[in-house]
């Protein structure tokens, strides 16, 4: 089941603040504003730990409550009373309430990671109930490893709740926190970058993150291209039996023929502008055609609307398109593009401009959009942290526009914590305010 978050309440924070913040349930984003040092990114931060089950960082936080209220009158309050955390939870399976220690791993979870660990890195050895690292001739116990290396699991993996509803709960929320640090990789991508091989990235561990992205926009764009051409290999080998069957629409008129390549022509020709295409290939139209011809036209028209069906699934072309759409709007003396090779930058004479090259604004935005269009699970919770830095203030009035078209195509709510109006861009019916202060220009 999926739940939405609806209210985030939280009490004695630093000891001497109490926040509610009601998200937007309408339109799906919520604004947050307050001076510095009233604790917007530590209410990200404590839900974020909540979601990934990291109890132990969570015990480390100032706090006193933290209310999670969810959808079908579902909810989480976790309070904190010295080092223990009492944990207050109403799922579609019931309420219970359950008392957090130290955290202790269970040995099916310990038997879990252990198997992971072995099977997916070579480095990693289990002897006894400890982690050898081979390449650093270090020994972890499990709970230092979690620390340490939580990244190192599959998402969520790491959650150890001896409370099967509980743990259910938490899992069936996706968060994705957006933090400030956007211009440096994650954890978790930087992990990847370095699993898959790459020489760029296994050459220099400081792997700038626009680089990174446009390495999975190549991938992605590679594999559909794998895709498309295993299914045009599909077809040219059944097409005979296919035809014999009459399984395939051959009594096409010569206007419907002239309209159907008409279309098929532009969907390529939009395919090939947002890199899923690299030749048009456009089909042949001959108006004098006899019975034989146009059956062949026919045949090939209804496998091409097959073939292309592969770019529509998972959205994959309305993503692109968006990307680009948001993107090249924003950019004054410059153009993105997308290939089988990842992002290509240029400036307005058409010279190639290589990422580094980017302002940081630019920077910023490339990530931003990526993640939010590419990466985001539908049905998340997306807390983004100061989405203006580094943006001009035509990028920033724009932002609530370009989400809400974002959020049409991928499904989810977004929390975003602000100094800035110009964000704001007199949506006040979507902002929360943790005070009565004013939202100030930067």
């Known amino acids: 089941m999926n739940y939405r978050i609806q209210e985030i309440i939280v009490e004695g924070l630093f000891g001497m603040f109490d926040h509610h913040i009601p998200l937007n349930q309408k339109e799906r984003i919520t604004i947050v504003y ?57 799922s579609n399976k019931g309420e219970n309430k359950l008392e957090l220690g130290t955290p202790q791993i269970s040995d099916k979870k310990r038997a879990q990671i252990f198997g992971l660990l072995t099977d997916r890195f070579s480095n990693w050895r289990v002897i006894g109930t400890n982690i050898y690292d081979r390449e650093n001739d270090k020994t972890y116990t499990l709970e230092q490893f979690l620390y340490y290396y939580p990244h190192l699991l599959p998402p969520k993996m790491s959650i150890n709740i001896e409370d099967d509803s509980l743990e259910k709960l938490i899992l069936a929320i996706d968060i994705y926190f957006i933090t400030t640090q956007r211009l440096s990789l994650a954890k978790t991508h930087l992990t990847d970058a370095l699993l898959s091989g790459e020489k760029k990235f296994m050459n220099d561990i400081e792997t700038d993150a626009v680089d990174y992205f446009s390495w999975k926009i190549s991938r992605l764009i590679q594999e559909k291209d794998k895709e498309y051409g295993q299914k045009s290999k599909e077809l040219e080998s059944s097409l005979g039996e296919r035809l014999l069957k009459k399984q395939i ?101 058409g010279e190639k401009i290589e990422s580094k090259d980017l302002s940081l604004g630019e920077q910023h935005e490339v990530i931003l959009l990526y993640q939010l269009l590419f990466e985001v699970p539908e049905n998340a919770l997306v807390m983004i942290d100061e989405p203006e830095i580094s943006h001009h203030i035509m990028w920033q009035k724009s932002f609530v526009e370009d989400m809400l078209e974002i959020i049409k195509l991928r499904n989810f709510d977004v929390y975003v914590n602000t100094h800035s109006p110009s964000i704001v861009n007199g949506n006040w019916d979507m902002t929360i305010s943790l005070r009565e202060e004013e939202l100030v220009e930067n």
Do not use: W
């Open 249 to 349: 629409k051959t009594d096409y008129t010569i206007e419907a023929l002239h309209e159907e390549i008409q279309h098929l022509d532009k969907k390529r020709a939009e395919l090939k502008r947002v890199g899923l295409l690299r030749e048009n290939g456009k089909l042949n139209f001959n108006r004098g055609a006899d019975e034989i011809s146009r059956g062949i036209m026919s045949a090939n028209i209804e496998d091409m609307k097959i073939k292309l069906k592969v770019f529509d699934n998972d959205d994959v072309y309305k993503k692109l398109n968006l990307f680009l759409e948001i993107f090249n709007k924003r950019l004054s003396f410059k153009q993105i593009s997308i290939s089988k090779d990842g992002f290509v930058f240029t400036n307005n004479n």
């Open 34 to 90: 307050g001076v510095n040092g009233i604790g917007k990114t530590m209410i990200m931060r404590m839900v974020d730990h909540l979601f990934k089950g990291e109890f132990g960082q969570l015990r480390l936080l100032p706090f006193k409550l933290l209310s999670i209220q969810l959808s079908e009158g579902c909810f989480i309050n976790v309070e904190k009373v010295e080092q223990k955390l009492i944990v207050h939870y109403k």
